[in-house]
């Protein structure tokens, strides 16, 4: 049976994404959802029997990237939430991380 508390951790990243973006905050609301994406990551790999407790969410995000067998998508998702910013501190493409890390929790684990 899943776990209850990684529901808890992304709604709590979740939730400080989208105060960060309402304070004007873009860069720490990237943070939250990437963060959130690592809880996601994790949970994912322990449904599968993958205890990942020592990982960053960074390398939580990165070793999902090489899974099999990820829904239609997925791979394009994870990549977006490794992306590095530019000298302006901006993405190098116009997406929006906190939805992608809602849109990941539902297509890897049904939720979000």
């Known amino acids: 049976m899943p776990t209850r ?3 808890v951790r992304f709604a709590r ?5 989208e105060q960060a ?3 004007g ?15 996601v990551a994790a949970e994912y790999m322990k449904r599968r029997g993958i ?6 969410a960074y390398d939580r995000v990165k070793f999902l990237r ?7 998508g997925a791979v394009e998702v994870i990549d977006h939430m490794t992306l590095r910013v530019n000298e302006n501190y901006e993405l190098p493409v116009d997406v929006d991380l ?3 890390a809602r849109w990941l929790a539902k297509a890897l684990l049904g939720e979000g």
């Open 21 to 23: 973006r309402a304070q």
């Open 5 to 7: 508390d990684w529901r």
């Open 13 to 17: 990243e979740m939730q400080m994404a």
């Open 51 to 56: 205890a990942t407790p020592h990982m960053t």
């Open 66 to 72: 090489a899974w099999p067998d990820l829904p239609q």
């Open 25 to 39: 905050n873009e860069g720490k609301a990237r943070v939250c959802a990437r963060r959130a994406a690592g809880i």
């Open 98 to 100: 906190v939805a992608e």
